[in-house]
């Protein structure tokens, strides 16, 4: 059997390396793993991705036909629109604070204490971490601390250059740039939460 490396599969699938190490973890790909840490793909795992039923017969392997790559790029043509719309909004929060002036938006206020809020243009990150955030104080017994979407752009740009999306606790930006998994959230919010 037929062994690809990551670099292999994301060329033959034609997408990138992050998303085929995202489908590893994810276990859209099957692989094995090697001492020293890396990934080894079977053939027959890309064939299956590739085949108009999704699953490849072994005496029958997959050709990678028109409607078959097709199918692959408009997926990673959605992964690279939902990154795109991230970077977008990054860089709407940097301009708006770069024009406003750190002076100006400083006298605005960043929230009250005791309230969690979450910035972010309205991107699926920031929903996420919006909802993730909601769920983990209702868990931890902490369901009455008021959590608040931030989705207007002045309103971001007055915690400063922020990478969306990012977690504000007691006026200060806690978590920047990416959804963290449930106990790490914990974790963080038992450190800047007071009871």
């Known amino acids: 059997?037929?062994?690809?490396?990551?670099?292999?599969?994301?060329?033959?699938?034609?997408?990138s390396v992050p998303t085929i190490k995202r489908y590893i973890y994810e276990g859209k790909l099957k692989s094995s793993k090697l001492p020293g840490g890396q990934h080894r793909i079977p053939q027959s795992e890309i064939d299956a991705l590739l085949s108009p039923t999704g699953e490849a017969t072994a005496s029958e392997p997959a050709s990678a036909s028109l409607e078959d790559r097709v199918?692959?790029?408009?997926?990673?043509?959605?992964?690279l629109q939902e990154e795109v719309e991230r970077i977008a909004a990054v860089l709407q929060v940097l301009s708006t604070y770069s024009y406003q002036g750190a002076e100006e938006m400083a006298?605005?206020?960043?929230?009250?204490?005791?309230?969690?809020?979450?910035?972010?243009?309205?991107?699926?990150?920031?929903?996420?971490?919006?909802?993730?955030?909601?769920?983990?104080?209702?868990?931890?017994?902490?369901?009455?601390?008021?959590?608040?979407?931030?989705?207007?752009?002045?309103?971001?740009?007055?915690?400063g250059p922020v990478v969306t999306p990012a977690l504000v606790i007691g006026g200060k930006v806690v978590l920047s740039g990416r959804v963290p998994t449930a106990a790490a959230l914990k974790n963080l919010l038992d450190r800047h939460l007071t009871s």
């Open 1 to 15: 059997m037929d062994y690809l490396t990551v670099n292999e599969a994301a060329e033959a699938l034609q997408l």
């Open 71 to 79: 199918v692959v790029i408009e997926r990673w043509l959605t992964e």
């Open 107 to 159: 006298e605005q206020g960043p929230g009250a204490p005791g309230e969690v809020l979450v910035l972010g243009p309205g991107c699926k990150k920031c929903g996420t971490l919006h909802d993730l955030t909601v769920k983990v104080l209702q868990e931890t017994g902490r369901g009455q601390v008021p959590v608040r979407p931030i989705k207007d752009l002045h309103d971001i740009a007055t915690f």
